[in-house]
């Protein structure tokens, strides 16, 4: 069964508004998640590292003021993506490694968002 | 500046056949590969991975090979099945953090 969750997943909204994502963990804890996102046809890009307790770690050329991510517990991870354009439409996908495990990594069945 | 690669962006072979997917990275610091299968509209589902001290992962019809002096790992199904189509993405890790290939398609025909 899936042991990482996210909702919602698909979303529509229109230009400008903000809209947020929540990844779960389900059945073990998370103290660092991974936020990914993928353009048609393209690789997946890691975006930023949430990490519970602490500020997100952004990638080169993620804008940390656009995409809001707070690690609120050690299971639930949320990606607000603030005054979203056309040009953020994607698929968004989280993911979890285990705790004290490899580097093998549980992703959650992701969000379409689609701005109008 | 693209870490992994996927040179093919797509793969069809019939039923019953080897499906062989490649995938070369540059960064000699990765030290933990991994394939995942992934669906459209879905997240990707783990496949298998290998350690950098190993050459060869087998696990079913999976098998992994890497050849670090080439920095090139490959992922080989046999025999293939029509289930298998979707996109395969090799994956590196060095830091904790993935880094993903651009995918390739697998289509397998009946």
């Known amino acids: 069964g899936a042991v990482v969750s996210q909702h919602p997943s698909w979303v529509i909204c229109k230009s400008g508004t903000s809209v947020k994502i929540e990844c779960r963990s389900l059945?073990?804890?998370?103290?660092?998640m991974f936020w990914y996102r993928q353009f048609p046809k393209q690789s997946l890009m890691l975006m930023a590292t949430?990490?519970?307790?602490?500020?997100?770690?952004?990638e080169q050329g993620v804008e940390k003021d656009k995409f809001l991510i707070n690690h609120a517990s050690l299971t639930l991870s949320t990606l607000t993506v603030t005054s979203a354009h056309p040009e953020d439409s994607s698929f968004y996908i989280c993911s979890a490694p285990r705790e004290g495990g490899t580097d093998t990594q549980y992703f959650g069945p992701g969000t379409r968002l689609t701005v109008l | 500046d693209q870490q992994v690669k996927q040179n093919s962006p797509s793969l069809s072979v019939q039923e019953g056949r080897i499906s062989i997917l490649n995938c070369d990275y540059t960064n000699s610091m990765f030290d933990y590969f991994l394939w995942y299968k992934k669906y459209p509209a879905e997240g990707p589902t783990f496949l298998i991975s290998i350690s950098s001290i190993k050459d060869k992962n087998e696990d079913g019809r999976f098998t992994v090979f890497l050849n670090k002096s080439a920095k090139h790992l490959s992922l080989h199904i046999v025999p293939s099945q029509p289930g298998d189509s979707a996109v395969y993405f090799c994956?590196?890790?060095?830091?904790?953090?993935?880094?993903f290939g651009q995918g390739t398609t697998l289509q397998v025909k009946p």
């Open positions: 949430s990490n519970e307790g602490s500020k997100a770690t952004y």
């Open positions: 059945d073990f804890q998370a103290t660092t």
């Open positions: 994956a590196a890790s060095g830091t904790g953090k993935l880094i």
